[in-house]
């Protein structure tokens, strides 16, 4: 059994900062891709920033230079820093992993509860 707990959100005012984490846990082998979505009201999920095993990241255009996403392997955590937050970027927050659970097996994709970020003054 694996679980994704994120926790960071909140109510910050526009300019404000939040830093969302993410801690996977259980069966563990490894895991591949970390990312961080989001939904606002009556819109689509979309993908925020992703970052692989290796460090490599990537952004959504409307969040570049104001969002950093990291990871903490050792503690199979993912994280985003989110700065400069617009009353546009209010939505839920969920984190997603790419996990191997054992050696050969196949890469299942989990998801987190979400959390709530409402940008609003």
């Known amino acids: 059994q694996v679980q994704l707990v994120e926790s960071g959100g909140g109510l910050v005012q526009p300019g404000g900062s939040l830093r969302l984490s993410c801690a996977a846990s259980?069966?563990?082998?490894?895991?591949?891709?970390m990312a961080w979505y989001r939904q606002a009201p009556g819109k689509q999920r979309e993908l925020v920033a992703r970052?692989?095993?290796?460090?490599?990241?990537n952004y959504a255009g409307s969040v570049k230079g104001r969002f950093t996403i990291s990871r903490d392997n050792a503690k199979n955590t993912v994280y985003l820093q989110m700065a400069g937050l617009k009353p546009e970027d209010t939505a839920v927050y969920y984190c997603?992993?790419?996990?191997?659970?054992?050696?050969?097996?196949?890469?299942?994709?989990?998801w987190g509860q979400g959390t709530q970020v409402t940008v609003s003054s």
């Open positions: 997603n992993a790419d996990i191997k659970l054992s050696l050969g097996g196949f890469v299942y994709g989990y």
């Open positions: 259980g069966s563990i082998f490894s895991i591949n891709a």
């Open positions: 970052i692989t095993s290796g460090g490599n990241t």
